[in-house]
């Protein structure tokens, strides 16, 4: 491989004029990250998102959270809720693993420069959850909105999700039982409830004047967020690529429900694994898709898919599912892998386009393996958990590298999280 050439090719981070120039007039922007748990690929995915806003008339963020807590912030940039702070808007984040994923100082100062952006602009912009894991929040919030507007329904949502009551708030526990033919399940239910959400949709939408338009579409999403996780969490017990194919589906389906109500132009947060295009990575061999591959098909020239990677420093991360948040080192990047090219080009610190070819893109083009930290963090088993083969050219249309990365501040730290520096983020959105 002649790094030369792909030097060549380099832009610094400290001006992302030809990243701005390839988007265009792109109205669908997807930024990853190679971890849930980098302050880097929060920090620069922020910058970037904030000239989208700014310079090119972004008007949605969409991430890779539940729906009803991304709206609790999203009601709280718009100056629609009580929450007095970023911080308390993004208490919704508290109660489910991985509370760091987006209760971090990097998130925190963006929420507060989106509520301050939004204070001044004339037209404001929306945060909003792309994930499907807040089955019982979610049902939850259906009732509530159909108190407001239609008793007797949120008396008849209440008969059929009551389908779910004798698992409390185990979702898993509901998956495992109807997989195996212990518990009957509330299919029937959830689709009825959303069936008749649709149907009465003008009705309810316009039946009380002191309730917005938009909390209709918000409810609605919700129930259709409920029948969409009781398919999730029965398939997770049938294989592994049924569960991934439909939780990244709902993620897309969400997306055009945004584009289609909202008519704005969408930044997508998410993992480079849900965001680069499946088709040209291992993923896709396996007969998994993503949400990069479903953009690209339906939007086309229109959209552009952006990632992240890094070669060593540390990260926030877990041993396992629900356990406290560490802070890890990462390795240096698997020799020939994509990390260990990428660490092998100077100056550190950069980032690469492929929408029109070039050296870059050639010198890139053989599969090679790739890094995905999400959640958890296994480097004692690091080749198996952790990476998998890719086109990374074609996978992405830019890759941004940062050589050393250090992980991400949690608002909340516990014993296992301890760190000497002060962090340079913390907590300058409040």
């Known amino acids: 491989m002649n790094t030369k050439r792909i030097q060549e090719e380099m832009h610094p981070l400290n001006d992302y004029g030809a990243l701005l120039e390839m988007i265009g007039e792109a109205s669908v922007v997807c930024i990853g990250e190679a971890s849930h748990g980098t302050h880097e690929f929060y920090r620069e995915r ?10 090119k008339g972004f008007s949605v963020v969409a991430v890779e959270a539940d729906w009803p807590d991304a709206y609790r912030v999203n009601r709280y940039v718009r100056a629609m809720s009580d929450d007095e702070d970023a911080a308390e ?35 404001k912009t929306g945060f909003y959850g792309l994930d499907l894991y807040s089955l019982f929040s979610s049902i939850e919030a259906v009732i509530r909105y159909l108190e407001q507007v239609d008793p007797e329904g949120a ?21 495992y039982a109807t997989a195996f033919g212990i518990a009957k399940p509330c299919q029937d239910e959830v689709v009825n409830q959303l069936t008749e959400l649709r149907r009465k949709a003008a009705e309810l939408a316009n039946r009380d004047g002191h309730i917005p338009p938009d909390e209709f579409f918000y409810a609605e999403q919700n129930a259709r967020l409920v029948r969409n996780a009781e398919e999730y969490y029965r398939s997770m017990f049938g294989g592994r690529v049924s569960s991934w194919n439909l939780r990244d589906r709902h993620m897309a389906e969400t997306l055009d429900a945004l584009v289609g109500h909202l008519k704005g132009k969408v930044v997508v947060w998410a993992h480079n694994s849900h965001l680069g295009d499946a088709r040209f990575t291992e993923m896709g061999a396996q007969g998994e898709l993503n949400v990069g591959q ?4 339906r939007y086309g020239d229109q959209s552009v898919l952006i990632g992240f990677s890094t070669y060593s420093g540390s990260v926030t991360a877990a041993d396992d599912w629900d356990q406290p948040a560490q802070r890890k080192q990462v390795r240096p990047g698997l020799r020939g892998s994509y990390e260990d090219v990428l660490h092998e080009v100077s100056p550190s610190n950069y980032y690469l386009t492929f929408r029109a070819g070039g050296a870059a893109a050639d010198e890139l083009s053989e599969p090679r393996l790739q890094r995905s930290i999400c959640v958890i963090y296994l480097p004692d088993t690091e080749r198996q958990s952790h990476y998998f083969h890719a086109q990374l050219p074609r996978q992405f249309d830019a890759m941004i590298h940062m050589d050393e990365t250090r992980a991400v501040e949690p608002l909340e730290r516990t014993p296992t999280w301890h760190t000497g520096d002060v962090p340079e983020t913390f907590p300058s959105g409040v």
């Open 89 to 123: 808007a993004l208490d919704g984040f508290k109660s489910r693993f991985p509370t760091w994923m987006w209760r971090n100082a990097d998130v925190l100062d963006f929420v507060g420069w989106l509520r301050e952006w939004n204070d001044r602009a004339a037209e």
């Open 46 to 55: 922020a910058k970037i998102t904030k000239r989208l806003i700014d310079e």
């Open 294 to 297: 479903l953009v690209r098909e």
């Open 155 to 175: 008396a008849r949502a209440r008969r059929r999700y009551a389908c779910f009551d004798h698992f409390g708030d185990e979702a898993q526990s509901y998956g």
